[in-house]
């Protein structure tokens, strides 16, 4: 049994790099991840993690030396959010091309322009075609845990794919909560050391990254695709061994109340505990609706989504974050897992929460209004609908 | 056929050496050995160290590497011979002919 403690999310992803005995953390904190740098320098200066924390001159720098770190068979781990993520993107390619199992802690905040530093997914959403395994934490426990299992999951050498944990700026990052923190017996027990295939070593010298030609680029990113695919089967392993480890469970979708359910809400992070609340008033008032939370994004629960289909005759993507010109990306993901099933659910796209807004059950209540008029006159009328938008603000010069 | 390996990792140090990357080349330098005035200025401007450099105390001319050359002339632009308007050249371009 751990020991309870009240912390926020970002000491909870820096408290599990340091039971995971992590070997180099290069960062450039930013906004609402900096704490994790913080917390890491005090457990380095302490002595309490025998560490190496580069702080680096940008996001850039600080993957490029998560790269390098790894190459040399260390276990890596990095914090950032929104514009560091971003700054990061063009070395997020290069670490899953190399196979390198780095875990990143993500404060999930809203891109630029305007600024914002509060609670969105864009930031990471704008990455799930980066090769990078994806979880998302409703919870700060679920921060914890899923920092822990991520590495893991990424090491298997089955997988050897870097992996991002996110946790919603502010809500989790900076929010008080209790939470179990394992004792490091159990996480050594339950994590054995990172074994790389390939190390940097002076003695026997590699070439690491080097050139792809037209010949060979495309087996190399198939040989991606087959991690990927194997990363299904180890995360649903690493659950499991998790669960009967530490008692807690995880699953790629977790349902509630869906077993007869008209309407189910699909979410993503932290909204997923108010979804919960909003369906069990939704109920109350006879409206059949039940909650499926998304923990896994990449690789993506094919089959879970089918089967949460298969429940519902109508589906309610809670999207975090915009892909303009589109959909939501979460809607266009669930869109194309249901392309050939013939007997599915109609499909709801709901944008919410964009920078930190709140997300109430009065928007449930909209939502599934929306939903049961849908489900009443058997078609969509408009696919994609923003929630609570303020309309009187539109249409200035 | 060798295999790929896990994040495209090459194994096997110098194996850059089992590659002759001079078959790009249109135009070749072709040296005419005795008008050489081993100044060794071809092999520093080389970009490709396709060049073994000249041995003035031995009077041994410099010698092309045609496995590595690409034929993009700059030995014959900065040959020394070459830009003296006293002296024949030692370098010149020529078309590549297979």
């Known amino acids: 049994m751990g020991v309870k403690q009240v912390v926020k999310g970002n000491f909870a992803t820096a408290v599990a790099a340091k039971l995971a005995r992590v070997d180099v953390v290069p960062a450039y904190p930013i906004t609402p991840s900096t704490l994790f740098p913080e917390q890491i320098s005090q457990y380095v200066a302490n002595g309490e993690m025998d560490a190496e924390l580069l702080l680096t001159e940008s996001e850039h720098s600080a993957m490029s030396a998560a790269i390098g770190a790894s190459a040399a068979g260390a276990r890596v781990a990095t914090a950032t959010a929104s514009q560091g993520l971003k700054l990061m993107s063009e070395m997020l390619f290069i670490a899953s091309g190399m196979r390198l199992p780095i875990v990143a802690a993500i404060g999930n905040r809203a891109l630029s322009a305007p600024i914002n530093i509060w609670a969105d997914h864009s930031d990471t959403m704008a990455e799930r075609d980066s090769g990078w395994l994806q979880f998302y934490a409703e919870n700060n426990q679920a921060s914890l845990d899923l920092m822990l299992m991520a590495f893991k999951i990424a090491e298997d050498h089955r997988v050897l794919l870097p992996a991002m944990v996110g946790l919603d700026a502010f809500v989790l990052t900076h929010t008080m909560e209790g939470v179990d923190v394992p004792l490091q017996e159990e996480v050594d027990e339950f994590l054995p050391p990172y074994e790389p295939v390939y190390t940097l070593d002076v003695n026997k010298p590699m070439t690491f990254g080097s050139f792809g030609t037209p010949a060979h680029y495309t087996e190399f990113k198939y040989a991606q695709w087959e991690a990927m695919e194997r990363a299904r089967e180890v995360i649903d392993e690493v659950f499991a061994q998790f669960e009967e480890k530490f008692g807690r469970k995880y699953e790629q979708v977790s349902e509630y109340r869906t077993d007869d359910a008209d309407i189910i809400f699909i979410t993503m992070g932290s909204v997923s505990g108010t979804a919960r609340a909003a369906v069990d008033r939704l109920r109350e008032r006879g409206i059949k609706a039940g909650v499926a939370k998304m923990v896994v994004f990449r690789p993506f629960p094919f089959e879970r989504i089918r089967e949460v289909a298969s429940k519902a005759k109508v589906l309610a993507i809670l999207d975090r974050a915009v892909s303009q010109g589109l959909s939501g990306p979460v809607f266009a993901d669930i869109s194309s897992a249901l392309a050939n099933v013939s007997d599915r659910p109609l499909l709801m796209d709901f944008i919410i929460g964009l920078g930190g807004r709140d997300i109430t059950f009065k928007d449930f209540d909209d939502m599934a209004e929306k939903a049961q008029k849908a489900l009443k006159d058997g078609k969509v009328e408009q696919e994609v609908n923003w929630v609570n938008l303020r309309t009187e603000l539109l249409g200035g010069e | ?98």
């Open chain 2, 1 to 98: 056929m060798d295999k790929i390996t896990l994040g495209a990792v090459n194994t096997e140090p110098g194996s850059s050496l089992n590659y002759k990357t001079g078959s790009w080349r249109t135009m070749k330098p072709v040296l005419t050995p005795e008008n050489c005035i081993f100044c060794n200025m071809c092999w520093q401007y080389c970009p490709d160290s396709a060049i073994e450099p000249a041995d003035p105390k031995e009077k041994k001319p410099i010698v092309i590497d045609y496995d590595y050359c690409k034929g993009c002339g700059i030995c014959v632009q900065e040959c020394l011979a070459n830009k003296n308007v006293n002296l024949k050249d030692a370098l010149a371009m020529v078309p590549e002919e297979k």
